[in-house]
């Protein structure tokens, strides 16, 4: 590993400590390096705070080194003005000279700006260190801007004998396929990602709450697809304690309430495309898709899923529904005691 690839490690390492605080904005980490001595180091924390290059230079007690430092950021800096000043700017009003840079910013009002202007003014500036591992830290920030819709995770629980759900059930909430540990390990995700989609038959079946119970964190906008209004009123998801948009194939406009929006999609056969589009329009970066069968199959078949969350209880059912299927490059897989997580993505 060079020393530039050891920096901008270190800047990842650092962003991630910002993952499910920083929507709409990206993941950054930037670090300050004067004699081989990171002298100042920062990440973005949230949306409307300073961003990463700000709280590495602020982190800097002797400033007269600046002059002298190379800056490293996982992400281009920004060069408009938006909730803060461009950082770009601020780099160059310090003097540093030197600017590493893990991938340029896809979004429109950066996107290779940041760089001209640091080299317009003088700076020697590097550009693509650990390129695809500073991808890969925002892939939702990417494919939301690069895509126009969210960064799209599948999740669902299923049994050694490859059922999601049992045939009957008797009461009006969830059967657990999986153990306490994995349970708390999806609110962690909840916690980190933007949103949480279900279809109807899994509110009116498991009347879910959808929020970071197990897990300290901001809850996921719920998403519910119910396109003919049979969710009961009675609902947890419909309770406006969280924010929630419902899907529907009426026009429920009228209904709106300060923390639930009514979104009508108006055909039948491009119905997952178009609910891409409004989160798109709600800018919603990624979204969980934890429904039931038929929800899950709808956004597999149309090929628009992004990663594949897959866990395996130590139980049977005797009979059921038949959990989803899909192929894919298998990225991760481990034990959470007695349960087995599979990780997938879609390339």
Not at 110 to 134: F, M, P, R, T, Y
Not at 204 to 221: A, F, V
Not at 310 to 320: E, K, S
Request: charged share 20%.
């Amino acid at each position: 590993m060079t020393m530039h690839e050891k920096y901008i490690q270190r800047c990842i390492q650092l962003a991630k400590n910002g993952l499910g605080t920083t929507y709409p904005n990206p993941l950054v980490g930037s670090v300050i390096v004067h004699n081989n001595k990171v002298i100042g180091e920062g990440w973005h924390y949230q949306s409307g705070q300073p961003h990463a290059e700000v709280n590495a230079i602020s982190a800097v007690k002797d400033t007269t080194l600046l002059k002298h430092a190379t800056i490293y950021v996982s992400l281009e800096p920004c060069s408009h003005y938006g909730k803060t000043p461009p950082c770009s700017d601020l780099i160059i009003a310090k003097g540093i000279k030197k600017v590493v840079i893990g991938t340029i910013d896809p979004f429109a009002k950066v996107s290779g700006a940041g760089i001209q202007k640091l080299i317009n003014s003088g700076c020697d500036v590097v550009v693509g260190v650990l390129e695809k591992e500073c991808q890969e830290l925002n892939k939702r920030f990417l494919t939301f801007h690069n895509n126009k819709r969210p960064y799209i995770i599948l999740k669902w629980a299923e049994t050694t004998n490859g059922f999601i759900a049992p045939g009957i059930k008797d009461k009006r909430e969830p059967v657990w396929i999986t153990n306490e540990q994995s349970r708390q390990l999806v609110h962690k995700w909840r916690a980190e990602e933007q949103a949480i989609l279900v279809g109807r038959t899994t509110v009116i079946k498991d009347n879910p709450s959808l929020t970071t119970r197990d897990w300290p964190g901001q809850h996921p906008i719920r998403i519910v697809i119910d396109r003919s209004g049979q969710v009961p009123e009675n609902s947890t998801v419909l309770n406006n304690k969280t924010p929630t948009i419902i899907i529907t194939s009426e026009e429920n406009k009228n209904n709106n309430t300060d923390l639930t929006t009514y979104e009508t999609v108006h055909t039948k056969n491009n119905t997952v495309e178009e609910i891409c589009s409004i989160l798109h329009q709600h800018n919603i970066q990624s979204v969980i898709i934890e429904g039931g069968q038929h929800t899950i199959n709808s956004f597999i078949s149309k090929n628009l899923w992004d990663e594949a969350r897959i866990f395996m209880g130590n139980i049977t059912f005797d009979a059921g529904i038949k959990a989803p299927t899909i192929q894919a490059k298998l990225i991760a897989e481990k034990q959470i005691m007695n349960d087995t997580l599979k990780i997938y993505r879609n390339d």
